[in-house]
């Protein structure tokens, strides 16, 4: 009988091939083909370099097997396999079959820090689409705009990117994410990794009825792939990958109510999320709530289009840090003002909580939500632990 060994594996339902765990890997156990982002067993060494990086949790998986699953047989997982029943020693060895148990319990047992538990779907979501369009295989859209969100006297050029589809299927959900191939070849000669945005438009397209989809993205200094972006032109033709993203979704039970925190260009999958509520329950009302996060009104993307959203359809929040003549305020901030509305979102078996933006901001959320849980009487990692057990707790921050 072979001796029972930990496996660290990838979950390829949720990953959104980013490939951030790939690139931070320190020792290259990390590999990926066109369908799947996958871990060497002969390398990998479980150093955990990986598992804060990743934005949704699916680098978290482990499994306890006699033999590891190889690369090949990684690579075409569509999902990942159950733990496999190991077998244990013959009857009549006690002490074998004890000492057996106990070390596959202390395996599966074991801590994973950072990623903080895997990640579900709301119950009521639809069933999402991934990976339908790869590296080897990717579509091809062509921009039908692009437009400047922030103001030209900002600290930041965001833009609003619309792409069209034509006749070519793309079934794409409100949370998911697509992949941008940058043209051209990276310093070593290799062709370059997709970079992965969230699509800001709900599922029936920025126009209603339009193969269409549009994204929010920033364009950074020294970024490869956003300068791309943010420099393309109407008619331009864009090799994407995906759809991504099978947990940060959109329930569509019309007595969910959302609270919605985001820096940024993580406001994308809201702005879907919003107007697919407003498309399929126009009539809702305080089923939404927004805390939105930016150094000053013109450097927060949409600022115009949300203020008219009505506030009977979703209660909005806005936290500037560096407006003019304005203490600093930041989203936690903003969590505390209102402290009586989360906790009772946090006591509704109907609420569910998306964050999603800068990474640096989810201490100070994650802060604000203990002490918002702990004034109502509740311990707040027992609470969050259950709400994303329930699919009502979703975290993607890079």
């Known amino acids: 009988m072979n001796t029972p060994l930990k496996q660290h594996l990838i979950d390829p339902e949720i990953c959104i091939r980013c490939y951030t765990c790939e690139m931070t890997c320190p020792i290259g156990a990390i590999q990926h083909d066109d369908n799947n982002v996958v871990v060497d067993p002969d390398t990998c060494n479980f150093c955990m370099d990986c598992i804060p990086v990743c934005p949704t949790g699916s680098i978290d998986e482990w499994r306890v097997v006699e033999t590891p699953y190889s690369l090949e047989q990684q690579y075409d997982f569509d999902e990942l396999p159950e733990q496999e029943d190991i077998s244990l020693p013959d009857e009549g060895q006690d002490d074998g079959i004890e000492a057996h148990d106990d ?117 950074e200094e020294k970024g490869l792939c956003s300068n791309y972006v943010c420099d393309l032109a109407k008619g331009d033709e864009v090799q994407i990958t995906g759809p991504f993203g099978a947990t940060f979704l959109l329930p569509s039970d019309p007595d969910a109510h959302l609270l919605m925190i985001c820096t940024g260009t993580g406001s994308a999958p809201f702005r879907g999320f919003t107007m697919r509520r407003q498309r399929e329950m126009p009539k809702a009302k305080d089923s939404l709530t927004l805390v939105f996060g930016a150094r000053s009104p013109r450097d927060l993307p949409y600022f115009g289009p949300l203020k008219k ?35 009772a979102l ?45 699919g009502r707790y979703h975290v993607e921050t890079y």
């Open 309 to 343: 959203v009505p506030d009977q359809f979703m209660r909005k929040a806005f936290a500037f840090s560096r407006a003019s003549d304005q203490p600093k305020q930041y989203v936690q901030d903003k969590l505390r003002e209102q402290s009586e509305v989360i906790a």
């Open 103 to 219: 070390a596959i319990a202390a395996l599966l047992a074991e801590a994973h820090k950072g990623a903080g538990g895997k990640a579900k779907a709301p119950a009521s979501a639809s069933k999402p689409t991934i990976n339908l369009y790869s590296l080897g295989n990717p579509a091809t859209a062509t921009v039908q705009g692009n437009y400047r969100l922030t103001d030209a006297e900002s600290d930041g050029d965001v833009r609003h990117i619309i792409l069209d589809l034509g006749s070519l299927p793309f079934p794409v959900l409100e949370g998911q994410s697509i992949g941008i191939i940058t043209p051209g070849k990276d310093a070593e000669g290799k062709a370059h990794l997709p970079r992965l945005y969230s699509v800001s438009s709900p599922r029936d397209g920025e126009r209603p009825g339009f193969n269409n989809i549009s994204l929010t993205v920033k364009r």
């Open 346 to 390: 946090l006591s509704s078996q109907d609420g569910h909580i998306y964050i999603c933006g800068l990474k640096a901001m989810e201490q100070g959320v994650e802060e604000a939500l203990s002490d918002i849980a702990h004034g109502s009487g509740k311990d707040w990692a027992a609470l969050r632990d259950q709400m994303r057990d329930e």
